[in-house]
């Protein structure tokens, strides 16, 4: 039995490259067959959060790791957001990867369309040494269906096929049963199971039935959602295993997370039964606007856009489409009355095909009269490589292969964005290993956050000035002022379309005497971090229109009036 070292995505969210630079010699002691990297979450928050680039990070890995393999696992389209990437952009990223010590990749697709996962191992397999399909694992369709789609892994080269379940709701019985019938593919089966107990159920169970490999986390303080442990499965399938070096790794990822770590989503989603990322993450918006009570009410929403939406695997976008959209359905009191581009995207087949069927009626809500795709996504898009290389010459800067794939990757980063990092510096040898990291007297590096109250035309806006930059947040309307930037908030009536919840007004599309249909869209609401379109719900002409860019609009505030 193999065993692969796994991080959670929240993990690189909670720590910098250089708190693990003592942790990944001891990892490469322990004898995993790989130590297998969320390249998604590696660049996202190297790239946002840290602010350096993962070509740093993954020298200070590989700097670390001499013996263990690197296994890098993506979205097989694109690592990060919601972004597809066009082939030629895919094989350069894979390319230059491989150039920073990754030996092999893991591919997966949220809706497992194997379209797309075809494009992705072809173009792996000529630059890495070894290419890993996975299925996500969705309740509702018979064994056949998998097998199936395992045997047309290993046609396209996949030399393993990985069963992982994101959501959690894979149980040990199915797992007796599949794990037999993708070993029948002719290829080795690895098991990449997620939700606290059950996923060690299911993962000893399919141990049991013949799984080669299981991956295992180091770090169990970013939520029950991880798979399981690597200590509780050495203790589980090896008799008489040394856990002091595994317990010191653990102890060291301990110090460096401090206090973060599970929050109460996780015994929500136990409770609730809901996969266990997706409560988190709509848990996380509703603290936002101070409407966590509203929870139970966002599961149940949840357990229904899943069956709207074809059951969409909980992994990579999907995750944060959903949660947004159970949290502005419960908040609105009205079921897609606002829908955000991620939403509309998904159901256009901007992804791909879902697992299982759309309901056509709301597709038809959402899209109004624009067409669902067929294709695969990445064959309407042109070659990305020459044109990001001729933007880069346009701003100044470097055409490098590192550079390149940072533009394709993040298209709002400015020429700052591209200067060099200073040098992470190699793991010390000599750094003593304890259960507590030694003192020491540097201080320790602070960021300064400063916040301000600006007064502009009697609206009141909290300016909080980092060394990243400026971001503005509402921070209320000043004596004697509505919400809005602009003029007083108009009263509701009939056939007014009213804001869904306290936002920015980005975009008015609309203009009074225009003429509209139902699932139009009239004004754009930016909230939540990401732009929602305000649609009309009946059609008419606009009689009337409320607001301007720029305004600040308060929950059910109207923004036009159809008649």
Not at 441 to 469: I, L
Not at 528 to 554: C, F, L, P, W, Y
Request: aromatic letters at 4%; a negative charge.
């Amino acid at each position: 039995m193999k065993l692969i070292a796994t991080f959670d995505g929240r993990l690189w969210d909670l720590l910098a490259p250089t708190d693990l630079t003592e942790v990944w010699p001891l990892i490469d002691e322990m004898g995993f067959a790989a130590v297998q990297l969320p390249m998604g979450s590696v660049f996202d928050a190297g790239a946002k959060g840290h602010g350096i680039k993962p070509w740093k990070q993954l020298d200070a890995i590989k700097a670390g790791l001499k013996k263990t393999p690197i296994l890098g696992d993506l979205r097989a389209q694109g690592p990060v957001e919601q972004r597809v990437l066009a082939d030629d952009a895919v094989e350069l990223l894979l390319t230059r990867l491989v150039e920073s010590g990754v030996h092999g990749f893991r591919f997966f697709d949220p809706l497992n369309d194997l379209r797309n996962l075809e494009a992705a191992i072809g173009l792996a397999s000529s630059v890495s040494k070894f290419v890993e399909g996975s299925l996500c694992f969705v309740p509702g369709f018979d064994v056949g269906h998998w097998q199936d789609m395992a045997r047309r892994l290993v046609a396209m080269g996949s030399r393993a096929v990985v069963l992982r379940d994101p959501n959690g709701r894979l149980t040990p019985t199915e797992c007796r049963q599949l794990v037999p019938l993708l070993a029948e593919a002719k290829a080795s089966v690895v098991l990449g199971l997620r939700g606290g107990d059950l996923a060690m159920a299911s993962t000893l169970a399919g141990v049991e039935a013949g799984a080669t490999t299981v991956d295992a986390t180091l770090a169990k303080a970013a939520g029950l959602d991880s798979v399981p442990s690597a200590a509780a499965l050495l203790a589980a399938l090896t008799p008489n295993v040394d856990l002091a070096l595994l317990a010191e790794i653990e102890t060291r990822l301990l110090c460096a997370l401090g206090p973060s770590g599970s929050g109460p989503a996780e015994a929500v989603s136990l409770y609730c039964g809901a996969p266990p990322g997706l409560v988190r993450a709509a848990a996380e918006l509703l603290a936002e606007h101070d409407a966590i009570d509203r929870l139970p009410a966002v599961v149940v929403e949840m357990q229904s856009l899943l069956t709207d939406l074809g059951q969409p695997a909980m992994v990579g976008p999907v995750t944060k489409v959903l949660a947004s959209q159970a949290v502005m359905n419960v908040i609105s009191g009205e079921r897609y009355a606002t829908v955000t581009q991620g939403l509309k995207d998904y159901l256009h087949g901007l992804w791909g095909t879902a697992n299982g069927p759309v309901d056509g009626e709301i597709r038809r809500q959402v899209l109004g009269r624009d067409e669902f795709l067929t294709v695969r996504p990445a064959e309407l898009l042109d070659p990305q490589v020459e044109p990001a290389r001729a933007r880069l010459r346009k701003l100044g800067v470097e055409e490098s292969d590192e550079n390149i794939l940072l533009t394709l990757l993040f298209p709002h980063l400015g020429p700052a964005s591209f200067a060099d990092d200073p040098p992470l510096g190699p793991p010390t040898a000599e750094a003593p290993v304890t259960n507590v990291p030694e003192p020491s007297d540097e201080k320790p590096e602070t960021v300064t956050v400063n916040e301000y109250d600006v007064e502009v035309e009697g609206e009141v806006f909290r300016v909080r000035v980092t060394p990243a930059g400026m971001s503005f947040l509402v921070a209320g309307p000043a004596a004697g002022a509505g919400v809005s930037g602009s003029s007083p908030a108009a009263v509701a009536g009939p056939g007014s379309v009213l804001a869904p919840m306290q936002g920015l007004i980005v975009k008015v599309p609309v203009k009074k005497g225009d003429t509209v249909k139902a699932g139009d869209v009239v004004a754009v609401l930016e909230a939540m971090k990401m732009q929602n379109d305000i649609v009309a719900t009946t059609s008419g002409a606009i009689h009337e229109v409320h607001v301007r860019e720029g305004d600040v609009v308060a929950p059910n505030q109207p923004l036009v009036t159809v008649r």
